[in-house]
């Protein structure tokens, strides 16, 4: 069974621009989550959208948004673009919306804000 | 406890060597505990997901313990070897669904 895969893996953009990056999930998995992953901060929940709905969300600015498709991909946006963006953008899959059901991570995506 | 901690941050110990590290947990409204394991450049690797109190799992040389009652869970890892190195997570679902709170993480390196 293919994992999670997530592109682009690398990105660079320069601040005030907005960037998309996908996530396609394990086949049958309809939980998909993000996190930044910071050196300060660890990692960080941003939000989890679950058969399209988004069911929780983080504490990050509006900036920061996402959706989910019919076939469980997910997008997630980021809209004028800060320095303090540049992170790993991880995603994660999981069959089920529980708290007690196993996620898978990708392999994320690396932006830069320049 | 209001947030997921974990302690040592980072470890050093030899090859063959055993060791534990701790995950401290808000005990109230307790649910699950997971734990994974994260290799530079690899995505983070799921351990154990861990519900009941008193529960044990153990993964070839790795074990968890939990402990929902006082709000902790020890991972153990036997006979440390080179491809252990890794920084090991801990997370605990907050405020419903799969939102995973995560702790800092341990940092384990393993010499030869």
């Known amino acids: ?114 | 406890i209001l947030n997921v901690e974990q302690s040592p941050q980072s470890l050093h110990v030899q090859e063959g060597d055993s060791t534990n590290f701790t995950c401290s947990f808000p005990s109230s409204n307790f649910y699950a505990l997971h734990w994974y394991r994260w290799e530079t450049a690899k995505s983070p690797e799921a351990l154990f997901v861990m519900t009941l109190n008193g529960d044990e799992k153990k993964k070839g040389r790795i074990s968890a313990t939990l402990n929902t009652k006082e709000g902790y869970s020890y991972l153990y890892i036997k006979g440390s070897q080179p491809e252990d190195s890794a920084t090991y997570l801990c997370a605990s679902p907050r405020g419903g669904g799969n939102k995973l709170t995560f702790g800092t993480g341990t940092q384990l390196k393993v010499e030869l």
């Not at chain 1, 990692?43 to 996402?66: A, C, H, M, V």
Request: glycine residues 10%.
């Open chain 1, 1 to 114: 069974k293919a994992g999670v895969t997530q592109t682009p893996r690398y990105l660079i953009k320069t601040r005030g621009q907005q960037v998309t990056l996908s996530c396609s999930p394990i086949s049958g998995h309809r939980s998909v989550s993000w996190y930044q992953q910071t050196p300060g901060q660890g990692l960080q929940f941003l939000f989890e959208y679950f058969s399209e709905t988004q069911r929780n969300k983080g504490n990050f600015p509006g900036r920061f948004s996402g959706r989910q498709f019919s076939n469980s991909r997910s997008e997630m946006n980021v809209s004028t673009l800060e320095l303090g963006d540049s992170a790993l953008y991880l995603c994660a899959s999981s069959a089920q919306d529980a708290g007690a059901d196993t996620q898978y991570f990708g392999p994320g995506t690396r932006l830069t804000v320049l």
